[in-house]
């Protein structure tokens, strides 16, 4: 079975709740070996560690941009403490989900971006790679990469990421990784698919946002909605499946796939590589 792994899954978020372990034994059964479960806020840093030792997964620490409004000062001292406490933990992989949202309105732009070149200091600091948030905000993430370490290459992921052909190039050249998952899966994504088929494989990663971002078969339109159909949830097992869509984009297999896609995610996450030799002693949930 292919090797699969999901470099972004909220497995602490409440829509999963008592769900999760089966949720998890489920996309394990399919062949996802490892889920990254990155924190958005210091409430939760303490819930993602304690659910990646539990389901033996990976997880990251850090301040979404959406959680900035809320954030106060001290949570980013608190981050810092705990990348000390926690830096012999071979599943802290990376400090994410980080980076800048100018799509949602409301947000103080001055902030995030504050929260951000912080953050990014402290990945540097504490010799992390970055899991970031690039909504709407490619071009003024690079500018933060490149002033915190000029000229110097960054390990991490572009989660989501969903911006120019010049943009994903600018963001390889800096040393990350490119993260696809659900919204690759419509046809009305050209310009995403385009990147999915052309760009480097080995600049690809695999994830599923979940129990965001959903693929085209789990998503309801609003009208479907309001009709009264819920919202699909999405869930790491519907990684492979995303996987089989890039596959066909690119005229390739999806085992070649998922081995490319799996050994990306250990040049942009390092610590997965002994994370992904532990897999196979990982018990199997019923």
Known sequence: MAVFVDTHCHLDAPEFGAEMPRIRARARSRGVALCVIPAVAAVNFAAVRELAHLQGDAYAL?????????????????????????????????????????FVEGLDADKQERFFHTQLQLARKHELPVIIHVRRSVDKVLKHLRQVAPGQAWHGIAHAFNGSEQQAQACIDLGLKLGFGGAVTFERALQLRRLAATLPLEAIVMETDSPDIQPHWLYRTQAQRDAGEPQGR?????????????????????????????????????????????SAAIPRLA
């Not at 949570?75 to 403490?81: G, I």
């Not at 869930?235 to 070649?256: H, Q, T």
């Not at 050994?263 to 590589?273: G, M, T």
């Open 234 to 278: 999405n869930e790491p097992g519907e990684l492979p499946r995303i996987a089989d869509v890039v596959a066909a984009l690119r005229g390739i297999d999806a085992a070649a796939l998922a081995e490319a896609t799996t050994r990306n995610a250990v040049a942009a996450l390092p610590r997965l590589s002994a994370l992904i030799g532990l």
């Open 62 to 102: 850090g301040i979404h941009p959406m959680c900035t409004g809320d954030a106060l000062d001290e949570h980013l001292d608190l981050l810092d403490a705990e990348l000390v406490q926690r830096r012999d933990d071979p599943r802290l992989v990376a400090v994410g989900e980080i980076g800048l949202d100018f």
